[in-house]
């Protein structure tokens, strides 16, 4: 079992920067995939952005280059740097563990609260 609990969400300008936080309980955590995930008003819930335990990172197109993702093994954490944020990134972001690395909310077996962030224009 593993448990999640984001932090680090708020309102900040466009062009803003934030970075969220994701703890997980558990001691599988160095070996679960982990991912963040993004809902919009009326959306659906999207990918974001995933990191294997160990290995390279890869994020949907739209925050390349803007959104880092990492974790620390040490402290059962993975972060969300998001920066020159957009309008359009405004979303509940949600925190995910699973035993795959994918893209794909269904290969995602925990998930946390959600985090809401929200840039203006």
């Known amino acids: 079992q593993v448990h999640l609990i984001e932090s680090g969400g708020g309102l900040v300008q466009a062009g803003g920067s934030l970075r969220l936080s994701c703890t997980a309980s558990?001691?599988?955590?160095?070996?679960?995939?982990m991912a963040w995930f993004r809902q919009a008003p009326g959306k659906e819930r999207e990918f974001v952005a995933r990191?294997?335990?160990?290995?390279?990172?890869s994020y949907v197109d739209s925050v390349k280059g803007r959104f880092t993702i990492s974790r620390d093994n040490a402290t059962n954490t993975v972060y969300l740097q998001m920066t020159s944020l957009k309008p359009e990134d405004t979303a509940v972001y949600y925190c995910?563990?699973?035993?795959?690395?994918?893209?794909?909310?269904?290969?995602?077996?925990?998930w946390g609260q959600g985090t809401q962030v929200t840039v203006s224009s």
């Open positions: 995910a563990a699973g035993s795959f690395w994918s893209i794909s909310i269904k290969d995602y077996n925990y």
């Open positions: 558990g001691r599988t955590f160095s070996t679960n995939a």
């Open positions: 990191i294997p335990p160990g290995g390279s990172t």
